[in-house]
């Protein structure tokens, strides 16, 4: 039997689910960037790839918001928010999520997540946020927009 099939009847109790640590080594290991933040909208979590991923941003990021992004972790979230006010209100509503928005800094365009994580009695205890960089999807679409628009220009040469 092989090791998945005998892990699955037991996968709810397994430590790797279960204890705090290795959940946090999951984090840790995901190729995703992950942010956590308390209910005071503070940073408190930021994974690896999250951290290597703000350091290639680090000069749009620290001069978008006066920040040093290896800083991100400890402080309030909305030292990166334009109107941390409009923010705080669509935090503030446990109603609004899953939200999904997108910015850019610089020439990278990034797709945000934005969830609450709630415990089992479902209070909202903090929230998590996932980025992806859509810069490429975006270059692409761009390409497709631009070639889509020279196709009903002049549909014999499409180069
Ligand atoms: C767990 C951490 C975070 C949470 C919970 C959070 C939450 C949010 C929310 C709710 C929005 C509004 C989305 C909408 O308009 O629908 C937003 C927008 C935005 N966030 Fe965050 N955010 C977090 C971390 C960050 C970080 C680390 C950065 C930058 C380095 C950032 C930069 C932005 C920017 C630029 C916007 C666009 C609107 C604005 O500038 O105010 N956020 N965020």
Redesign the pocket.
Known sequence: MSMLTKSRPNSKGHALMTQADSLRAVLDALRANV???DMD?N?IY?NPQAIES?TA?HGP?DS??G?D?KE?VGGS?HR?????E??KQ??GSGT?FP???S?T?GETTLH?E?NAVKNSSGEMIG???VWTDASWDEKVGDLVDSVAGRADRDPEHVA
């Open positions: 942010f956590v933040a909208h940073m930021a703000l941003l990021i978008s918001f920040v992004s991100m979230i990166f928010h334009r109107d941390p409009r923010i669509l935090l609004n939200r999904h928005a910015f800094f945000t934005i929230y998590c946020v």
